[in-house]
């Protein structure tokens, strides 16, 4: 018996070892099914999007010990776009035409997806994108996984609102697309809860910011007019730790003016001494922390791929483990890797996701996802504090903001991703692309 | 370091409750024991608030040690009989400690405890207890810290309790503290208004933030017969607010200033005296930084009871791995482009991208958490000002850097002959110096001063490969306006542009507030090309 467990062992292990050869190899055969990876391997973003990269790799060994896809062995074609925005288009065109994917997971920013959606449509190849974003988008090759607004902002406001009893809102943000469209449509929902206008202030400050002195004894003197004050964080990226530290020492408690963040997750907390920031509150679809069978083998299995028990999960890594498990769905179910037929399958496509649901690919794109919200623990780990009872599904366009309540977006039924309600017409490319084009040079 | 504020939090706690036990306590044991072990009953954190309510009744000041250890999630539930205990240690075997006489009563497998989840409302009220459970303590401080959160959170029905304090008080402090104290209370509860009126005296001479924050609520909770006087008390302290408002802001720009300084000395070296274009010279600010994470891990490895020395130890070690870094740049590659600016200016450009891509193979691309020893963690009150610890020794330490360098710079024979070789160079090398190894200390020197500025700034920014990125402008901008090749107008230009940065802040925003300082310096160097205190004479053309 003990043999035979350990020749099977061998087997596995023989697997593997053809797997990882045969993912590496140069000269790829035909009968792989090709995988682009499009994330930042150096530049600024290669901090957060050096981590999905791995989880991709990870995903596809996996999917490939599992026999592969169609009876083919899928391969990872990795690119390095260099947080370099327009290199994105080029190399999400190279991964098409030359290296011939059959899908791509990729980009962070949302400047990034912005730069490669025209490639896309072009070339008709399917782009999942495992970031939360500021939504007002949806697009016929491209595949939300992440959050789009009312899935991670809005139900981190009505927390604050009903849990904690905060009246004050500070709006804080970091000076780009996708803090300034969250913030207006938060700055909407407040209002329109009854906030007053003087009661919300919204602050923007530059990427990488590092003096942060101004701005949180302006929080400070803010929360300090006798109504409870939260602070909602769209801060991204390296501008976080500073941020953190100087509410730290300037004596802002989470039990004061707690500070909810949508950019944070156990990624971001790896650098920074998370003692003082106990009880600061952020939203995500998934937390490390929470705790099922599935979400205990997919963090066993991280660890042992990448050989460091101390290397942590994060909410888009669960986005592109979704998104990964629907792509395998669908291409199966279409029985092809031919994009048109795989976007065509995806909708309605169910897989698990890691905090004991099951997620749905909705018809406008994007999936329906819990929100949780945690506070920071000292080990640097989020608890649940909050979770919402059903899913909730992905809102392309915002309810709240005037110019998109009436857009709706169905690719099943209507094949549009911008649909009027109102003059009953889809508005196509034109109305879509505009508001993009002005973004994207805005960064 | 948490956790030794945590140890020091309790051991205080202890040693009040210990000093607190009256000669018949041992019968209330069971009280507090069931009380407390109601902590772990309830299911939700509204329970679990009526849980601490329970154990504040007991009025036993042992009890406020448990609450703290809640506060501080250490305190766990067992599996098997669901008793409450205070849990401590890492790892998978913990330590066992009984939450009534804080004795150590075993160890168990981690995997057998279910910790007690609280949340920020929880960890609020549990302040608030420790607050009331405290009061009677002896030690005058922790007197007045529960005082303190007495201020901060006024409740009417606190009013016999500060009234009975107030009769035992003897310490001036605490006294004060409590008739402000009871002053807020007033203010928020139905008392007659000449009683009021004199409360709102009290906050209005307590001043600052906190009095504010009272006087807003007591003002939109206060009737009409009240609202005249409660405004002009208001108006009152906004005022010597904004007095201190601006001594603030003063303070934040000449701390951001001391960070600009730090990081344009080296380059005033490098770019203003020798005239290379360093591209490359944020890149030695990250080597530092990284340094002083290699010697904190080491020290947090190997010599935990130093951690707190690992600033000092990193300075000669940044300054070391910087300075050869610079050095073996100079001899390999900018010696053979001097004359050459443009081509110096690609040739560092790659040199940067290449140390910042080594150093994100070596260390991955995430932030490296480098913690603040505990002298400059926290912040200091000066009036209304909040100082924190870490600037303030940023500033001092960029002035000691300063003056260090100027020294080096007037009075050894190196700086005699840096001056020497870059005022003239063919006179210099006649005078017998060998001007090779004067470029190559020069340069050394400089990259070395960034490496140091790297240590500092580990303190107040991200440890990633991309922290030089964010200094190389500003380090260049201070230079240029303060005048290229003297040390002085860096001085004065990064102060200069730091407080003017924070004065325009909080008007314009970060974002615009930067950009019209960009817009000024623009205009100044058209009207001043030489920058702020530009060199004189023969050598400017040279």
Known sequence: MNRIARKFGFIALGATLTATTAMTSAHAQDETIKVGILHSLSGTMAISETTLKDAMLMLIEQQNEKGGLLGKKLEAVVVDPASDWPLFAEKARQLIEQDKVAAVFGCWTSVSRKSVLPVFAELNNILFYPVQYEGEESEKNVFYTGAAPNQQAIPAVDYLMEEEGVERWVLEGTDYVYPRTTNKILEQYLLDKGVAPEDIIVNYTPFGFSDWQTEVARIKEFGSAGKKTAVVSTVNGDANVPFYKELANQGIKAEDIPVVAFSVGEEELAGIDTGPLVGHLAAWNYFQSVENEDNAKFIEQWHAFTGDEDRVTNDPMEAHYIGFNMWVKAVEKAGTTDPEAVIAALPGTEVPNLTGGTSTMLPNHHITKPVLIGEIQEDGQFEVVSETEELVPGDAWSDFLPESKKLKADWVDLKCGNYDTEAEKCLGETAMAEPAEEEATSN | ?542
Do not use: C
């Open chain 2, 1 to 542: 370091m948490v956790f030794i504020r945590t140890i020091i939090a309790i051991f205080l706690l202890v040693f009040t409750a210990l000093l607190a036990l009256p000669a018949g306590a041992q019968e209330d044991d069971s009280a507090l024991r069931q009380a407390i072990s109601g902590l772990g009953a309830e299911k939700g954190y509204s329970k679990l608030r009526q849980a601490i309510d329970v154990v504040v009744e007991t009025g036993d000041p042992r009890g406020a040690r448990v609450l703290d250890a809640l506060a501080e999630g250490d305190v766990y539930r067992r599996e098997g009989d669901g008793a409450v205990f205070i849990v401590s240690g890492r790892g998978k075997e913990r330590n066992l400690i009984d939450p009534v006489t804080s004795e150590q009563v075993g160890t168990i497998a981690k995997s057998e405890l279910k910790k007690v989840r609280v949340n920020n409302s929880v960890r609020r009220t549990v302040r608030d207890a420790i607050g009331a459970l405290t009061l009677g303590a002896k030690d005058p401080d922790i007197r007045l810290s529960a005082v303190r959160t007495m201020i901060d959170n006024p409740d009417p029905d606190s009013l016999d309790v500060i009234a009975t304090a107030l009769e035992r008080e003897g310490d001036d402090d605490v006294r004060t503290a409590l008739e402000q104290a009871r002053a807020a209370a007033i203010l928020l509860s139905d008392a007659a208004v000449p009683d009021k009126v004199a409360a709102i005296e009290t906050i209005r001479e307590m001043g600052g933030q906190e009095a504010l924050s009272l006087l807003v609520r007591a003002r939109n909770a206060a009737g009409a017969e009240m609202r005249d006087a409660t405004e002009a008390a208001i108006a009152s302290v906004q005022k010597r607010l904004q007095y201190w408002s601006l001594g603030q802001n003063v303070w934040y720009g000449l701390s951001l200033g001391s960070v600009l300084l730090l990081a344009a000395i080296g380059l005033a070296i490098t770019f203003g005296v020798m005239g290379v274009i360093n591209m490359a010279h944020g890149e030695m600010v990250m080597l530092g930084a990284y340094t002083t994470f290699m010697v904190q891990e080491i020290m947090r490895t190997s010599f935990p009871g130093m951690l707190d020395w690992s600033l000092p130890i990193a300075l000669p070690l940044a300054f070391l791995v910087a300075g050869s870094v610079g050095f073996a740049m100079e001899r390999g590659v900018i010696r053979l482009l001097y004359g050459r600016p443009l081509e110096t200016l690609l040739a560092t450009w790659g040199i940067s991208l290449i140390l910042q891509q080594t150093v994100r193979t070596i260390f991955g691309p995430t932030n490296r958490e480098v913690s603040n020893p505990s002298y400059m963690s926290g912040a200091f009150q000066l009036g209304e000002l909040s100082i924190t610890w870490n600037r303030l020794w940023i500033v001092v330490f960029a002035l000691v850097v300063f003056a260090v360098l100027l020294y080096a710079m007037n009075r050894t024979s190196l700086g005699l002959k840096m001056r020497a070789v870059t005022q003239n160079r063919r006179m210099a090398a006649a005078m017998g110096i060998r001007t090779p190894w004067v470029d190559a200390l020069t340069f050394a020197l400089g990259s070395g001063i960034a490496g140091i500025a790297g240590v500092a700034l580990s303190q107040i920014d991200n440890v990633s490969p991309n922290l030089g990125q964010g200094y190389i402008i500003d380090s260049f901008m201070v230079v240029v306006f303060g005048g290229v090749g003297n040390l002085w107008g860096t001085l004065i230009g990064a102060f200069s542009l730091g407080i003017a940065n924070k004065f325009l802040e909080p008007f314009a925003g970060a974002v615009l507030g930067k950009i019209l300082v960009l817009v000024f310096i623009i205009l100044f160097i058209q009207k001043r090309p030489r920058g702020l205190f530009a060199l004189k004479g023969r050598a400017v053309e040279a």
